[in-house]
């Protein structure tokens, strides 16, 4: 559902990195360095949204996976009663 | 035991190698050669390099590898052993260091006989082996995980209640389906004949043909020469599990796989589920490791690059100094020392104007001056003293020669009235003629008498 | 009866496992990596089900063949009985 | 928005290099270094105006940035209680 | 706005001091001096008036500047502040 | 606006030097002398009022000046707050 | 419009002496020698008012140059005063 075109977290953060260097070497015009810090700072943005989405749905995977395992356990527990 | 020097705490540590060695004279020592009732178990015969024979020994409960050293196998044996074969046993444990291995090494090897029904089962089995009926190659696999099983057994038998107590027991997904036939007695093979062709009919992943132990005439329905055929022949994989360990019957070996016991099937078949089991609990509890890893490199991978605010404070911080080295050398040539030497020059030159226009009124005024002094001692006045001197002279030297002066001496001068000229005859004045006598001081006049 | 078109427990198994490694070695994008996550839970649910579904499942075999045989003379008329 | 044909920053600033350049070498009449000086003090205005809008629109992005930044740290403690 | 064909302050200036230079040598007529002279107030007077046209705005400027600079230096602390 | 066809100061001046050397040679007649001297009395009142005229005007330049600078100066003593 | 007609005042001054001279030589028959006194007494009549109409326009006009004088003396006072 979520991203079809939309560039991939790695993707996003290679782009963050680049930017930050670019910031970094210090020839860019103010008026860009403003721009790409506005860039950045989005892209952080929609980094942390991602990593956010990311992490509350393994976070919901994790419980799902838990249940599963305790269910699993149970019927692990009745295997070591024989 | 030189390891207790290196151990001075007291622990007593040992390698791989010492442990197996203290293991083996522990063993040794300990137990030593015994006697030992078993049935012989996964039986391959000699070895094709060596010549020894490497098997299991069982009884209900316990295996343990055994080894039949090729020696001793030629003076202890008049025939080879076969799987199932009772026997009764001398040996001493053994262990093999390289792989840790426990084995039972055998040096005397005595058979438990059989009956007189094992006579005809012997024959028949040869027949049918001869037959090729029992040849591994002709042996279904039976599949690794069962789904659906088919249960032939008595009907409320041991047997049943063994199995189903493995399958209620233990999780798996097996559907098993139960065919009670009976098992011994008149109509037993028919009614067994009858269970496997139903049984075949819905195509299970298996068929369990199973009975519990009991003397071999009460198992001989197994040994029936039509049962075996047909179990050999069913294309559904069988595992045969009649009697108990020590019990063979021929349909054991037509079957696919025998068990030794029911239960022991109903656990072959639930096994590889409970492995299955086990299995996904590793693998569910690996995958819940990799949850909290898989974002935390993201995170940490995010907040590596998070240092933007410092970068970009940075980067105005330099903009901003480049403008302020702008803005102080700009600030440094302010116009206000220009604009003084400029003012400087100006009031210079206006000086220079007043002081120029004033030395050029001066130096006209002292010319002025001059000349006007010039013309004051050049002033007719000296020439007019001069003038007045000579002509005072000129007037006394005038009066000196002034005719009138005889009057004063007493002269008068006398004309006839109404003529020029003084009277010096008087005869020119006949009488009457009236004169105009002038004295010094006053005239008269005067008639001739 | 259970499971006949669905991937068989061995190989939704052996999916599982290589997912799992696949996890391990990491070298996944986030996304990437979640959307694995997901699918081995939804592989270990699927597992569990198939364990859960059949247990304790005994029936007669007379009465299955016989409801075979009911359905297959609704089926089919022209099928012999015998 | 705002500049679109507006000499940007370093441009704006290397012109007032030149022109305190110019104003160094002193030759310049009375009216055109008044003239220079006024140019000077624009520039200086707008240099500075760029300057803080910039640091204003920096700081802007900042606050953004630094609750991102926030929610990053404290997720990822959440996440440590895993 | 200010002088397009008036001659620069340095131009007039220069003819002052060559004004100047006439009336010291004397050779003038007295008339003539006098006359020079009123030339020369009135280059004086446009001189001075030049002059302090040019401070005037040299100071108004120079204010402005202050401003800047001080704007810029709270601004500045701002900036430290972060 | 003054002499247009009016002797010059100098040229006056000279006149007036020639008329006193004249009179100091004393070779005139009385009335000659007496009239030269008149002339020279008159030459001296206007060369008087010429100088007088001159320096009239200069002393009001000099003091349109002097105002003019005043004024100058106090817009000036501003600058020098800087 | 002095004298052109008129003897001058040496000429006539001349004219008395001879006059004079004549008287004194003695010779004249009184009537010539009472005519010649009566014309030199005229002569010096006439001779003395020139002189003193000179004297008078000199006078005047000596007392116009004083006048100038000083004032072109004080002027040059100031002048030294500037």
Known sequence: ?82 | MSDRERAPEGRRILNVSGLLEAGRSVLESEIGPVWVEAEVFEYRGPHRGSGHRYFKLRDDNASMSAILWRGVADRALSSELRDGQKVLVRGSFDIYAARGTLSFVLDRVEDRGTGNLAQRFEEMKRKLQMEGLFDPERKLVIPERVHQVVLITGADSAAEADVLHVFQKQPNPVHVLVRHARVQGEGAVPDLLAALKEAASISPDLILLSRGGGSMEDLWAFNEEALVRAVAACEIPIISAVGHEVDFSLCDFAADERAITPTAAAQRIVAPWVEGIEQIQVLGKRLSRCAGQLTLEARSALRHQADLVGVMRRFLREKKARFERGMQSFTAQHPAQRLERQALRLRHAEQRLMAGVEGRLHMGRVRLQRQARGLASASPKTAIGLHKAGLSKASARLNAGNPEGLLNRGYALVKVEGQDGFLRDSKAAPEGTAIHIQLAKGDLRARVE
Request: no cysteine; hydrophobic share 35%.
């Open chain 1, 1 to 82: 559902m979520a991203a079809k075109k939309k560039p991939g977290f790695e993707q996003q953060l290679e782009k963050l990195e680049e930017l930050v260097e670019g910031l970094e070497n210090g020839d860019l015009a103010l008026e860009e360095g403003v721009e790409r810090y506005r860039e950045g700072v989005d892209l952080l943005k929609s980094l942390n949204q991602t990593l956010a989405d990311a992490e509350h749905k393994v976070e919901e995977l994790t419980a799902t996976l838990r249940a599963e395992l305790k269910e699993l356990e149970q019927n692990g527990d009745d295997l070591d009663l024989d």
